[in-house]
């Protein structure tokens, strides 16, 4: 019972980190249809700038900020020089290579500038020996702050985006582009917006999860993007509340298999669901069909 609670336990904060991965996946895909696979190295350049920052005697949060607005400027780089560009051919799916090629390139700009060995990530909220006790069985506070960090991130999106002007325009631009910018609405800006937003949440998972291994190096994050992406597929793209339901059950679903079958199948697992899905419930769990009116 004890190991049960321990994989329930894990899976659930992993998950959360996974779904968060899957809201900013969403940002991108309400506003453009497009995602971004270039997100893990995102992930891991926010990361390892905290890291590297701390390292050299900055206020640990100060170097998070910085982390933070670099990935923000990273966004603006990937929509206007992957995505858009792209977008300009009709049909065209080239926004899938370019943005999975800028994040290679973001990981060689790493690896040459920091190395390719893993750096270790300081400890910011609590200490990997600080554990609480829920029925009776520890649990790790960094997990517990991770979990409850990446639930509150999503709900104050969720606010965001059904309370505040920017949110409604990002609802407006995802049911009809043309008709927004018809109507006075700044289309490219809120795109781009949607992008900054995105790599904003990428860069908090990055660091959530950087948290807990303990460690940060330049090929990390490209795992977290792919599951990520199932998590979002499996909850049903666009849906804020099927990325929690996805990734969370993703996360317990993955630790499961690998803590009573084998680790090598860990990750394989997730991506096993979401062929399943996709063969019965295409839209996801908490998803739409689209309709397309001729």
Known sequence: MDFLFSLLIAGACVGSVYALVAVGLNFTFWTTRTLNFGQGAVMMICAITTAILASRGWNLWASLLVGIGIVAAIGVMVERLAVRPALKA????GWVISTLGFGILLQGIAARLFGSQALAFPEMLFRASDVMSVAGQPLSLQYAAVFAVSVMTIGLLELLMRRTVFGSAVRAVAQDAELGEVQGLP????????????????????????????????????????????????????????????????????????????????HGIAFAVLVLVLALRPQGLFGRPEVTKA
């Open 90 to 93: 009709a049909g065209s799916l």
């Open 187 to 266: 289309v490219k800006w809120i795109v781009t917006g949607s992008f900054i937003a995105s790599s904003v949440l990428a860069g908090i998972a990055g660091v959530l999860v950087a948290q807990i291994g303990g460690t940060i190096d330049p090929a990390f994050g490209f795992e977290l993007v792919l599951l990520g992406f199932v998590a979002a597929v499996v909850g049903g793209m666009g849906s804020s509340v099927g990325a929690l339901v996805g990734g969370i059950a993703v996360g317990i679903l993955s630790k499961l298999v690998g803590g009573y079958i084998s680790t090598a199948a860990e």
